[in-house]
């Protein structure tokens, strides 16, 4: 069962790269009206949340600069950032290296308790590795879809 997850995994993960190489970089930075982010900030934000439910619930070290945090993390906004972001293909890259590092990390740990659960801002715990990273593929999907959505606006505009 442990293989099906991961070649799940790459699934998840090819639609989301197609997506960001197809996005042009002048799109990136675009917030329609009734949103609270761009494009950019949803990328990088897929990227910050895998890695925590990879790595850093694992207590295993992030591979990611330590700006991700600090641009990406929930409850971040474009709006507020002090620095300047990656590029889209900076953001691929980091995440085409996190899939390589998941994929050497996690088989065999799916069923491995966390050191800490881990309670995420919609008050689901989480208590397994496995379980927070079946978790991530939704989260993932929910933040493809309003890439989607900003891009269509964005192409409209």
Do not use: C
């Not at 801002?121 to 993932?140: C, D, P, V, W």
């Amino acid at each position: 069962m442990e293989h099906l997850i991961f070649r799940h995994m790459e699934t998840v993960k090819a639609i989301t790269e197609k997506s960001l190489k197809r996005i042009p970089e002048e799109a990136a930075d675009f917030i329609p009206d009734g949103f609270n982010n761009s494009i950019r900030w949803n990328f990088g934000h897929i990227v910050y949340i895998q890695e925590k439910i990879a790595f850093m619930l694992l207590k295993e070290k992030s591979g990611l600069p330590p700006a991700y945090e600090e641009l990406f993390s929930a409850g971040t906004s474009p709006h507020t950032w002090e620095q300047k972001p990656p590029s889209l293909k900076e953001i691929a890259d980091i995440m085409e290296d996190q899939k390589k590092r998941i994929l050497q990390l996690m088989p065999g740990r799916l069923e491995e308790q966390l050191p800490e659960p881990f309670t995420n801002k919609a008050g689901i715990t989480f208590h397994t590795a496995g379980e927070a990273f079946l978790f991530s593929f939704y989260h993932e999907a929910l933040h493809m879809e309003a890439i989607k959505k900003i891009y269509q606006i964005y192409r409209k505009e």
